[in-house]
């Protein structure tokens, strides 16, 4: 991706300003996954659902580049996806590489 630590920055800097910190890439997925589901004001979420949320973010931010499909919604409201194909990048860092060029995707 071309100029990623610039862009990267910019989102940074982003949710510091809206929410007066930078949150680390699991508080950016929970930022996402409640976007994607649909902010519930003063909803407190249970740690399964704050896992579940992260998981809905995940499979959004994938499915930019074809590994993830979405599916619908449950009855819920909340978002499914289907697994196209495995992500083929190992390692933590590469993974979280990979996810940060998405969320930049994400908020371009």
Partial sequence: ???F???WKVVEATMKERFGKTPDMEGILFLIGINEVGNVPGKKFSKEQKQDLMHV???TLLSQLGYFAYIGRDGDGWPH???LMPVPVAGLTNQEQLLKECV???FE
Avoid: Q
Wanted: proline fraction near 0%.
């Fill in 81 to 83: 996806f289907e697994e």
């Fill in 1 to 3: 991706m071309e100029n």
């Fill in 57 to 59: 973010a995940v499979c």
């Fill in 104 to 106: 930049i995707r994400y």
């Fill in 5 to 7: 630590e610039a862009k």
